[in-house]
């Protein structure tokens, strides 16, 4: 449902979801099976699993659907693509039929994996490069990608602004967005700018999936966005602004270092559909 079809007496429910991790996590959710709407997982990670493992994760899934976001794809490498890591995605997907596949704007191998979420350079060369590559991806999978908005901490080529090459990556892939509210925020503070223009400028109809997550202040001017540690008051209140534009999108509660207890997991769940209750109720009404 789009936000201009919003019933005007009933507040809209916003799917949240937490990523599933091997070990302790993975324990709890199997043990105390949360009011959580789906869980999410890095392909990758999963792919060569058999056995008891892969028993497990498909119970789980008998519980809750699934979204997949990638680590590897590297769609703006200047290597070729690993057109047989896609093939093996592609199977991975088709086997478990996930709501979504989503991947980061960046790339992170060259002529080997660099281990790391590079930024790619903000001209018209590396649109045109991009795109071709989005194009290939989603013709070889049968599935339209949905790409992340990155963090980034030093200053990259440029000839345009981040928002303005976003765009134009979504105008001409036919992608769509992954909306990371923290990265929004990282990079507004890092780099200058306002993150509720930069939100405002996405158009909410390509925005299919969102992200939230915590982050360390090292300097006023310098935020790492590290996924380990509580969303901050800034970002929540971004977060409830993201709501009032896209409306009620699936959103992720990232959280990749320092896990905490399951519990705590769940206040932040709580938190999250609060903020989408606060937003999309205020604007029906």
Not at 79 to 105: I, K, M, N, R
Request: glycine content about 6%; hydrophobic content about 40%; aromatic content about 8%.
């Amino acid at each position: 449902m789009s936000p201009q079809s919003a019933s005007p007496s009933v507040t809209q429910h916003v799917p949240v979801g937490i990523g599933l991790r091997r070990g302790p996590l993975m324990r709890e959710i199997e043990e105390q099976r949360p009011d959580i709407d789906f869980l999410e997982v890095a392909p990758e990670n999963w792919l060569r699993f058999g056995g008891p493992v892969k028993e497990r994760f498909k119970a789980l899934l008998e519980d809750y659907p699934l979204y997949t976001h990638g680590l590897s794809l590297s769609i703006g490498g200047p290597a070729e693509l690993d057109l047989d890591f896609v093939d093996a995605v592609g199977e991975f997907l088709d086997e478990y039929q996930p709501a979504l596949y989503s991947e980061h704007l960046s790339f992170c191998s060259d002529n080997a994996h660099l281990y790391d979420l590079m930024p790619i350079p903000f001209t018209e060369e590396a649109i045109d490069h991009v795109v071709a590559r989005i194009d290939t991806v989603q013709q070889r999978l049968g599935r339209r990608l949905v790409l992340e908005n990155v963090s980034y901490y030093s200053p990259v080529e440029s000839t345009m602004d981040e928002r303005t090459f976003i765009l134009a990556i979504l105008e001409r892939s036919g992608c769509d967005l992954l909306l990371d509210v923290n990265n929004v925020f990282v990079n507004s503070v890092n780099h200058g700018y306002d993150p509720y223009a930069f939100i405002d400028a996405m158009p909410a109809e390509r925005v299919r999936y969102l992200h939230v997550a915590g982050h360390h202040q090292v300097e006023p001017d310098l935020i790492i966005d590290s996924h380990g540690a509580s969303v901050s008051a800034p970002v929540w209140d971004l977060l409830e602004h993201t709501y009032r534009h896209v409306g009620p999108v699936p959103t992720l509660l990232e959280r990749d270092f320092d896990i905490p207890p399951l519990d705590e997991l769940m206040g932040e769940v709580a938190q999250i559909r609060r903020a989408g209750e606060r937003a999309l109720g205020s604007k029906a009404a």
